[in-house]
Protein backbone atom coordinates (compact mmCIF):
# COMPACT_ATOMS: atom_id res chain seq x y z
CA UNK A 1 0.00 0.00 0.00
CA UNK A 2 1.16 3.59 -0.99
CA UNK A 3 1.41 6.03 1.56
CA UNK A 4 -1.00 7.82 -0.44
CA UNK A 5 -3.76 5.33 -0.29
CA UNK A 6 -2.95 4.66 3.75
CA UNK A 7 -3.63 7.88 4.03
CA UNK A 8 -7.27 8.20 2.27
CA UNK A 9 -7.82 4.51 4.21
CA UNK A 10 -6.99 5.99 7.76
CA UNK A 11 -9.43 9.61 6.45
CA UNK A 12 -12.32 7.23 6.28
CA UNK A 13 -11.92 4.85 8.63
CA UNK A 14 -11.71 8.01 10.92
CA UNK A 15 -14.78 9.71 9.49
CA UNK A 16 -16.30 6.24 9.35
CA UNK A 17 -16.83 6.15 13.72
CA UNK A 18 -18.00 10.01 13.38
CA UNK A 19 -20.79 8.69 10.97
CA UNK A 20 -21.53 5.67 13.04
CA UNK A 21 -22.11 7.86 16.27
CA UNK A 22 -24.01 10.74 14.30
CA UNK A 23 -26.10 8.15 13.21
CA UNK A 24 -26.18 6.23 16.72
CA UNK A 25 -27.67 9.73 17.89
CA UNK A 26 -30.37 10.35 15.54
CA UNK A 27 -31.73 6.69 15.24
CA UNK A 28 -31.84 6.18 19.30
CA UNK A 29 -35.68 5.68 19.32
CA UNK A 30 -37.45 7.66 21.69
CA UNK A 31 -40.00 5.00 22.96
CA UNK A 32 -38.23 1.88 23.41
CA UNK A 33 -39.72 -0.62 20.98
CA UNK A 34 -40.19 1.19 18.36
CA UNK A 35 -37.61 1.29 16.05
CA UNK A 36 -38.84 3.69 13.36
CA UNK A 37 -39.83 6.30 15.52
CA UNK A 38 -36.45 8.66 15.54
CA UNK A 39 -35.56 10.94 18.02
CA UNK A 40 -34.22 14.25 17.66
CA UNK A 41 -32.36 17.03 19.22
CA UNK A 42 -34.34 20.52 19.78
CA UNK A 43 -32.15 23.46 18.43
CA UNK A 44 -30.53 25.65 20.58
CA UNK A 45 -32.42 28.70 21.90
CA UNK A 46 -30.90 32.16 21.31
CA UNK A 47 -32.17 33.22 24.90
CA UNK A 48 -31.60 30.24 26.83
CA UNK A 49 -28.79 30.57 29.04
CA UNK A 50 -27.84 32.61 32.21
CA UNK A 51 -28.75 36.19 30.54
CA UNK A 52 -32.27 34.61 29.55
CA UNK A 53 -33.90 36.59 32.54
CA UNK A 54 -31.40 39.80 32.39
CA UNK A 55 -33.69 42.32 33.43
CA UNK A 56 -31.18 45.26 32.17
CA UNK A 57 -31.90 44.87 28.37
CA UNK A 58 -35.54 44.79 29.02
CA UNK A 59 -36.12 49.03 27.43
CA UNK A 60 -39.36 49.68 28.77
CA UNK A 61 -39.15 53.21 28.38
CA UNK A 62 -38.32 52.81 24.30
CA UNK A 63 -41.45 50.22 24.01
CA UNK A 64 -44.39 51.46 22.26
CA UNK A 65 -47.84 50.03 23.34
CA UNK A 66 -50.32 48.83 20.69
CA UNK A 67 -53.38 51.22 19.95
CA UNK A 68 -55.65 48.88 20.65
CA UNK A 69 -54.12 47.46 24.12
CA UNK A 70 -53.77 51.10 25.49
CA UNK A 71 -57.44 51.19 24.17
CA UNK A 72 -58.47 48.47 26.10
CA UNK A 73 -56.27 49.38 29.40
CA UNK A 74 -58.25 52.69 29.11
CA UNK A 75 -61.62 51.42 28.37
CA UNK A 76 -60.95 49.10 31.40
CA UNK A 77 -60.12 51.65 34.02
CA UNK A 78 -62.95 54.10 32.24
CA UNK A 79 -65.46 50.67 33.60
CA UNK A 80 -63.51 50.09 36.49
CA UNK A 81 -63.84 54.05 37.64
CA UNK A 82 -67.75 53.81 36.63
CA UNK A 83 -68.53 50.95 38.57
CA UNK A 84 -66.66 52.23 41.43
CA UNK A 85 -69.27 55.09 41.45
CA UNK A 86 -72.14 52.93 41.05
CA UNK A 87 -71.25 51.02 44.59
CA UNK A 88 -70.03 54.14 45.89
CA UNK A 89 -73.48 55.85 45.48
CA UNK A 90 -75.61 52.51 45.86
CA UNK A 91 -73.43 52.11 49.45
CA UNK A 92 -74.42 55.66 50.45
CA UNK A 93 -78.13 55.24 49.49
CA UNK A 94 -77.93 51.94 51.43
CA UNK A 95 -76.48 53.60 54.63
CA UNK A 96 -78.84 56.49 54.01
CA UNK A 97 -81.83 53.79 54.21
CA UNK A 98 -80.44 51.94 57.27
CA UNK A 99 -80.42 55.46 59.14
CA UNK A 100 -83.91 56.43 58.54
CA UNK A 101 -84.79 52.91 59.33
CA UNK A 102 -83.32 52.95 62.81
CA UNK A 103 -85.06 56.32 63.36
CA UNK A 104 -88.13 54.85 62.81
CA UNK A 105 -87.43 51.67 65.09
CA UNK A 106 -86.36 54.21 67.60
CA UNK A 107 -89.38 56.77 67.31
CA UNK A 108 -91.25 53.70 67.24
CA UNK A 109 -90.30 52.11 70.17
CA UNK A 110 -90.41 55.43 72.39
CA UNK A 111 -94.28 55.58 71.31
CA UNK A 112 -95.23 51.87 72.41
CA UNK A 113 -93.37 52.58 75.31
CA UNK A 114 -94.96 55.55 76.14
CA UNK A 115 -98.42 54.42 75.35
CA UNK A 116 -97.30 51.12 77.35
CA UNK A 117 -96.45 53.09 80.50
CA UNK A 118 -99.93 55.40 79.93
CA UNK A 119 -102.03 51.87 79.71
CA UNK A 120 -99.85 50.70 82.74
CA UNK A 121 -100.76 54.46 84.76
CA UNK A 122 -104.47 53.88 83.76
CA UNK A 123 -104.32 50.54 84.68
CA UNK A 124 -102.91 51.27 88.48
CA UNK A 125 -105.38 54.22 88.78
CA UNK A 126 -108.67 52.01 88.35
CA UNK A 127 -107.38 49.76 90.60
CA UNK A 128 -106.39 52.22 93.01
CA UNK A 129 -109.83 53.41 92.50
CA UNK A 130 -111.60 50.36 93.02
CA UNK A 131 -110.18 49.65 95.97
CA UNK A 132 -110.78 52.89 97.70
CA UNK A 133 -114.53 52.82 96.51
CA UNK A 134 -114.43 49.02 98.15
CA UNK A 135 -113.10 50.29 101.52
CA UNK A 136 -116.24 52.27 101.18
CA UNK A 137 -119.15 49.75 100.79
CA UNK A 138 -121.37 48.89 103.46
CA UNK A 139 -122.38 45.27 102.53
CA UNK A 140 -121.32 42.43 100.96
CA UNK A 141 -123.75 42.57 97.69
CA UNK A 142 -122.42 46.34 97.18
CA UNK A 143 -118.91 44.89 97.40
CA UNK A 144 -120.04 42.31 94.62
CA UNK A 145 -121.51 44.61 92.44
CA UNK A 146 -118.63 46.79 92.74
CA UNK A 147 -115.84 43.98 91.90
CA UNK A 148 -118.14 43.06 88.80
CA UNK A 149 -118.60 46.73 87.61
CA UNK A 150 -114.77 46.99 87.95
CA UNK A 151 -113.77 43.07 86.01
CA UNK A 152 -115.95 44.52 83.11
CA UNK A 153 -114.10 48.00 82.96
CA UNK A 154 -110.96 46.65 83.35
CA UNK A 155 -111.94 44.09 80.34
CA UNK A 156 -113.13 46.70 78.32
CA UNK A 157 -109.91 48.88 79.14
CA UNK A 158 -107.15 46.31 78.30
CA UNK A 159 -109.32 44.97 75.37
CA UNK A 160 -109.19 48.86 73.75
CA UNK A 161 -105.30 49.30 75.32
CA UNK A 162 -104.67 45.33 73.16
CA UNK A 163 -105.79 47.05 70.20
CA UNK A 164 -104.22 50.30 70.04
CA UNK A 165 -100.96 48.18 70.77
CA UNK A 166 -101.49 46.12 68.06
CA UNK A 167 -102.61 48.67 65.63
CA UNK A 168 -99.38 50.76 67.21
CA UNK A 169 -96.99 47.86 66.52
CA UNK A 170 -98.02 47.11 63.20
CA UNK A 171 -97.98 51.07 61.91
CA UNK A 172 -94.24 50.69 63.34
CA UNK A 173 -93.35 47.65 61.30
CA UNK A 174 -95.05 48.95 58.02
CA UNK A 175 -92.85 52.33 59.18
CA UNK A 176 -89.86 50.46 60.13
CA UNK A 177 -89.41 48.57 56.70
CA UNK A 178 -91.29 51.03 54.10
CA UNK A 179 -87.76 52.65 53.04
CA UNK A 180 -86.13 49.28 52.52
CA UNK A 181 -88.73 47.64 50.54
CA UNK A 182 -88.46 51.09 48.75
CA UNK A 183 -85.07 50.87 48.26
CA UNK A 184 -85.01 47.22 47.44
CA UNK A 185 -87.96 48.18 44.57
CA UNK A 186 -85.78 50.48 42.96
CA UNK A 187 -82.71 48.07 42.95
CA UNK A 188 -85.05 45.72 41.22
CA UNK A 189 -86.08 47.88 38.65
CA UNK A 190 -82.65 49.49 37.88
CA UNK A 191 -81.53 45.59 37.68
Known sequence: ?????????????ASKPATAAKTAET???????????????????PFAGADMF????????????????????????SQTKDGYAKVKAAAEESIDVVEET??????????????????AKANTDAAYD?????????????????QTSFARQQFEMMSAQSKDLSSLTGKAMTETFTPAK??????MKAA
Open 54 to 77: DVSKFDAANMEVPTMVRDMAEKAV
Open 27 to 45: TTPIIPGMPGFEAFKLPEM
Open 102 to 119: LETVRETALEVQHKAMDN
Open 1 to 13: MTATKAKTTRTRA
Open 182 to 187: QAAEKV
Open 130 to 146: FFKDLFSVKSVSEAVEL
